[in-house]
């Protein structure tokens, strides 16, 4: 659960088909999740929801280490221990579903809650199953649901406040999104931007941690994935979908990312 690293490590864009929760104790750098950059922060708690493609690119050296927590887990699981508490359990399918943006928060009770929960856990996990650990995480995560809920509720925002000033990387992803089911131009991109190619890319990786076609790589993969698990849309259409008009190269990127062919992971999920 809890990691610690003084030395680079290569960050990646991915996703999870569960809930992810990234609890910051020591660190620099910026998250990306839906387009936005945020200044990486001790005391910070990332929610992401299942298949949210995100980023951590973290600045480490031996003075700058990164120290984080992380919690995974599936968000039926969580179900029954809110089944008590209808209030809860309506927020809580809200986060769950990305209809309420909660992706990354601070508070000072937030910064007092999670050390002592995770320690907890820590100490825990070794004479725990599976569905114990879960309910002690769950008992002990209704104090924090609650307040998040009285936020929303009470129409203060629960955003981070670390947000970076928008740059050029944000541009350039809301860019790709809106055109995601078109072959990639970089031209067309440098000329939305008013800048050259070269600056555009360099920009993005200086930004980021990682190259355009990276990144719009693990977005499409990612989007092909929703397809595949909730549509019967053809291979091909899934492709041409995501911008990808060659089935044999969508097939061939697919498994190159994955491990599998898109139709061999459809399958593992029907």
Known sequence: MRALDDKPIDGFYHYH???????????????????????MKPGQLFMFTPYQL?????????????????????????LPYLQPFPHLLRFYEK???GHI????????????????????LQGSIEIMNTQEQMSFFAVRML????????????????????????????QIMTWLEDHLQE????????????????HV??????????SIQEYLTARRIRQACLLLHTTKLSIEHVGLSVGIGSPSYFIQLFKSQLGCTPLQYRNKRS
């Open 54 to 78: 995100h980023k951590v690119f973290a600045q480490i050296d031996a003075e700058h280490p990164y120290c984080r927590t992380v919690i995974k887990f599936e968000p039926v699981a969580f």
């Open 95 to 97: 986060l769950w579903e």
């Open 101 to 120: 943006e909660a992706n990354c928060i601070t508070s000072e009770f937030i910064q007092l809650l999670l050390p002592s929960l995770i320690e907890s």
């Open 143 to 170: 104090p924090l649901l609650d307040f998040l809920r009285m936020l929303t509720d009470s129409s203060q925002s629960i955003h981070v406040r670390s947000v970076v000033q928008e740059r050029y990387s944000q």
């Open 201 to 210: 890319s360099r920009m993005f990786r200086a930004e980021t941690g990682s």
């Open 183 to 198: 072959e990639f131009q970089l031209d067309a991109l440098a000329d939305f931007l008013h800048l050259s190619k070269h």
């Open 17 to 39: 088909q569960g809930m992810e929760w990234l609890y910051i104790h020591e660190g620099r750098g910026t998250v990306i999740v839906k387009e936005q950059l945020y200044e």
